[in-house]
């Protein structure tokens, strides 16, 4: 499969999604105590890091690291807040 710019942006927002759906899995692995969320997390990761690579081809690393990390870290808060019931305070901020 010939990558284009666009494979290349698909490639990027794969990354996120299933990095995303690590991060979750990270929450819901318990320090690693639960085997299922534990594969589940080190085959996300993996996945997302390919996926990231995979974009890195055609797309500037300081574009496509930016995205990556901005967008899952706006995810990663909104999951917190939606699937886990945590709260974002000033106090836990600090």
């Not at 990558?3 to 990027?12: E, G, I, N, Q, S």
């Not at 794969?14 to 594969?39: K, M, N, Y």
């Given at each position: 499969m010939k990558l284009t710019k666009k494979t290349a942006y698909v490639a990027?927002?794969?990354?996120?999604?299933?990095?995303?759906?690590?991060?979750?899995?990270?929450?819901?692995?318990?320090?690693?105590?639960?085997?299922?969320?534990?594969?589940?997390?080190?085959?996300?990761?993996a996945v997302s890091y390919w996926c990231l690579s995979k974009?890195?081809?055609?797309?500037?690393?300081?574009?496509?690291?930016a995205t990556w990390l901005a967008v899952g870290t706006i995810g990663s808060a909104l999951m917190g807040a939606?699937?886990?019931?945590?709260?974002v305070s000033p106090v836990a901020l600090s």
């Amino acid at each position: 499969m010939k990558l284009t710019k666009k494979t290349a942006y698909v490639a990027l927002i794969l990354s996120v999604v299933i990095g995303q759906i690590g991060t979750g899995c990270l929450e819901a692995c318990q320090a690693f105590t639960r085997l299922v969320p534990t594969l589940a997390l080190i085959v996300a990761y993996a996945v997302s890091y390919w996926c990231l690579s995979k974009a890195l081809m055609l797309i500037d690393l300081s574009i496509a690291f930016a995205t990556w990390l901005a967008v899952g870290t706006i995810g990663s808060a909104l999951m917190g807040a939606f699937l886990f019931h945590q709260t974002v305070s000033p106090v836990a901020l600090s």
